[in-house]
């Protein structure tokens, strides 16, 4: 197989990195496509459907190690240079897999020590997934060999248009506890500390006689009989992160040596509801391409909301830049407890809400359904069912769709304000012992995304030592772990001009999960201008009454002794443990403004906070239906306004100037019509 280099050019970016797949001069279509599961005759049927459903890209390659070394430095390509050039023929792009997810069966059998190992002591075994120790010497050896053969083989390939690195980084396993894992977390310590009087200091050691006077007493945060050292389990949160991130590392700088000008990702799972374990701040700046796998947690109400912050996630993780989905479902997946079936019209909806959001395309797990092995009842492309299917029909009318966009390719949304979010901040508060079991930052997070939402504000994410100078509106559910650093930006945000909305157990320690001096809430208390007394959880169901400028909402979970120290109160607790006391401030300080919310307020009380925040942003309030997602994306070909309608009404927004709609090409005047649970795109 001898191929010239004969990649298009593509976008480049930082660095003068390749930031979109090479020779895909469309938005992308396709799915995971495991052809080694089939005959090879079905091969040419594949192709031949792929083209009539309108597919540009698919996913190869991603799980088969074991087909490709068969034994240590014994290789068989001939069926992978075949499938490449199979679909270079047909004109259809690949997103060439690293098959480092799953090592094989003789790497077990010469490196058992390379299966993880749990915190209480368990060693996996071979048999599914992503059974990896990340500090394995011997799993590093063998991968980077793996991922060079390839790279060898296949840079220069016309039908290679994206490299894809390992597969979910983080799921089903990101730590291991073992004692090669322990000696790494300690090289990383020692990178970090330099010394372990630096060490103690920064874990509080000599709380419960914890101190460490040598380098080999330092272990993992293993099995305790009770609540283990914050601050140990904090940095192994870290390095774990850190740990797999070497990994990707590895893999992708050999990719650049050997095939330049191919971007290099990996499939992230942003969605606060898939992975917990990653810090996607540090991972997007090392990808060349963002790419996101997204799965709607089936039984959850309005559950395109989810969606729509995942997405929002990805897209900022990415810079702003687009992005890529490479994952999502036609229809039903098989690993949630339920697992239903999406609606008509549902997945091009999902498909499209994603691209509304910054994705530069729309792809699938995964093209043919297996028929063996613990997917075979996740939904496909191409179904057990067939063509004759409503899902293929969808599948086709999608790709269609999708075609008509190609224009949309490289434009960036607009953003109406942000929200701040840090994963570390979310490992450090998940830790034991804190004062309420309520106090759950994803679920805050989830709250106060979802008013905004309501309220048709799009949000970018931010980490909370960003820029925020962008956004007139900045809203706060949960940084419990917060930084000087963050602490002078929110301050030098506000004094600026900016808004300013915090909620509840925010500002409260450093990054060594330490609190921060006097009153709480102590990286918070000046750009707030108040004081926390005292924390004063709420039992289990209780509630309590504000009261205030707009109704008299209700909180829950968690109340607080708030202390004025120059804030302003706009709502009182009427009841409850501070009754008397303030539950919502507005602070003035500078050109701006910040708000404090100490409850969890129901959604009508944080709506009605939301909309004063609002007014000082300069924000207006938009009339528009629930639940018709309206987002705007531009570039240098146009403005582009997705409205996406989830509901099972007909729905009629206002569309001043006028446009052309461009799924169905029609003409557009001072309104658009949304037919029930479908899509429209206009360009303006």
């Known amino acids: 197989m001898d191929h010239p280099l004969t990649h298009d050019k593509a976008p ?23 052809p080694e599961q089939w005959p090879e005759e079905v091969w040419h049927e594949d192709v031949r459907l792929m083209r009539e459903a309108g597919v540009t890209m698919v996913s190869v390659g991603i799980f088969s190690w074991a087909l490709l070394e068969t034994e240590r430095g014994v290789y068989d390509f001939a069926w992978l240079d075949r499938l490449l050039d199979l679909l270079h023929e047909h004109g259809i792009r690949a997103d060439l897999g690293t098959p480092t997810v799953v090592p094989p069966a003789w790497f077990y059998r010469e490196h058992p020590d390379a299966l993880p190992v749990t915190r209480e002591g368990v060693r996996y075994e071979f048999g599914s997934r992503g059974a990896i120790c990340h500090s394995s010497p011997a799993y590093h050896e063998a991968s980077a060999a793996i991922t060079e053969q390839l790279g060898l083989r296949y840079g220069s390939h016309p039908a290679v248009a994206l490299w894809h690195v390992h597969n979910e980084y983080g799921v089903p396993v990101s730590a291991c506890y073992c004692e090669t894992s322990a000696a790494h977390f300690r090289r990383w310590l020692g990178d970090r500390y330099t010394t372990l009087k630096e060490l103690n200091e920064a874990w509080g050691t000599t709380f419960w ?14 099995t305790t009989p009770t609540a283990g050292n914050p601050g140990q389990q904090l940095d192994w949160a870290r390095f774990t992160s850190d740990a797999l991130l070497a990994n990707f590392v590895r893999e992708r700088d050999i990719l650049h040596r050997l095939s330049p000008g191919i971007p290099v990702t990996t499939n992230f799972m942003t969605a606060l509801s898939q992975c917990e374990s990653i810090d ?22 309005r559950n395109h909301i989810n969606l729509a912050m995942s997405a929002d996630i990805t897209r900022s993780v990415a810079g702003g830049r687009p992005w890529l989905l490479l ?28 691209v509304a959001r910054g994705s530069d395309g729309a792809m699938f797990f995964q093209w043919r359904a297996s028929r063996y092995g613990a997917e075979k009842f996740h939904s496909a492309m191409l179904p057990h069912a067939g063509t004759d299917s409503r899902i293929w029909r969808e599948v086709v009318e999608l790709g269609g769709s999708l075609g008509s966009l190609g224009d949309v390719r490289g434009s960036r949304v607009v953003a109406d304000a942000a929200l701040l979010w840090d994963w570390q901040s979310w490992w450090a508060q998940k830790l034991e012992w804190r004062p309420s079991v309520e106090l759950d930052a994803r679920d805050q997070a989830d709250r106060w995304y979802a008013a905004a939402y309501d309220r048709h504000l799009t949000l970018d994410f931010a980490h909370p030592e960003d820029d925020l100078s962008g ?6 559910p949960a940084l419990y772990l917060t930084t000087e650093a963050a602490s002078r930006n929110l301050r030098r945000y506000v004094e600026g001009g900016g ?18 001096p006097g009153p709480h809430p102590g990286a918070l208390r000046e750009v707030l201008g108040l004081t926390v007394e005292e924390f004063a959880p709420l039992r289990q169901h209780q509630t309590v009454r504000l009261s205030g400028p707009a109704g008299e909402p209700t909180g829950d979970a968690w109340a607080e002794f708030v202390v004025p120290r120059g804030a302003e109160t706009r709502w009182t607790y009427a009841d409850g443990p501070a009754a008397g006391r303030p539950a919502v401030t507005r602070n003035s300080l500078g050109d701006g403004t910040a708000w404090y919310v100490s409850t969890r307020l129901d959604a009508s009380g944080l709506d009605a906070v939301l909309a004063l925040a609002c007014a000082d942003a300069g924000l207006p309030a938009r009339d528009l239906p629930r639940d018709v997602e309206v987002v705007e994306r531009v570039g240098a070909t146009g403005r582009y306004l997705f409205a996406v309608n ?14 052309t709609e461009l799924l169905t090409g029609s003409p557009v005047g001072g309104h658009l019509d949304i037919p029930a649970g479908t899509t429209r795109v206009v360009r303006r």
């Open 12 to 34: 480049t970016g930082d660095a003068g990195r390749t930031l979109w797949p090479v020779g895909l001069d469309a938005l992308a279509y396709g799915g995971d496509y495991n």
């Open 209 to 222: 006689g914890q101190s460490y006077s040598r380098w080999d007493d330092v272990r993992p945060p293993r």
């Open 280 to 301: 996607y701040w540090a991972w997007g700046r090392e990808v060349d391409l963002v790419s996101n796998d997204h799965y709607l947690v089936a039984e959850g109400e």
């Open 327 to 354: 994952e999502h479902s036609t229809g039903a997946v098989n690993w949630q407890p339920r697992n239903l079936v999406k609606q008509p019209g549902e997945m091009a909806r999902n498909s499209l809400a994603h």
């Open 471 to 476: 956004h007139p509106l900045v809203l706060v």
């Open 499 to 516: 808004t300013l909305a915090v909620s509840y157990f925010s500002g409260i320690v450093d990054q060594y999960d330490a609190v921060h």
């Open 646 to 659: 989830h509901t099972g009404a007909d729905a009629r927004i206002p569309l001043p100037g006028g446009g």
